[in-house]
């Protein structure tokens, strides 16, 4: 499969139509910034200059679920920074394990993925 910025996009609004991310307050797509890498790592999430940024790996991701479980992931980051709960050295924190298992019980996905 050969990951695109709009396949992340549609990712992030899929997820947003779907509990629990439907219950929290995410900026819009149009606020965040989508990006396909070649890094070893599945998925990233950062903020620069107040923008928004998930970005995904070609390298690691090339299956439509582990995408969305990427995705996932990530806005989990931008929940926690849209909202100032996580700080640069603790992104996987409590309040975001708990998050984790809510995705995970909701979606099905492997828990193991959001270590």
Same mark, same amino acid.
């Given at each position: ?11 992030? /609004?899929?997820?947003?139509?779907t509990p629990p991310f439907n219950r929290w307050k995410f900026p ?37 679920i582990s995408l969305i479980e990427t995705v996932a992931h990530e ?15 603790? /992104? ?24």
């Open positions: 499969m050969h990951i695109t910025p709009a396949m992340i996009e549609g990712a992030y /609004q899929y997820l947003l139509t819009d797509p149009e606020e965040v910034s989508f990006r396909v890498t070649a890094d070893r790592v599945y998925g990233w999430y950062d903020c620069e200059n107040g923008t928004h940024r998930i970005s995904v790996s070609i390298k690691r991701v090339g299956q439509t806005m989990i980051h931008v929940y926690q920074a849209h909202h100032r709960r996580e700080t640069p050295n603790s /992104q996987h924190n409590k309040d975001f394990y708990r998050r984790a298992r809510l995705v995970c019980q909701y979606h099905g996905f492997d828990y193991r993925r959001f270590w």
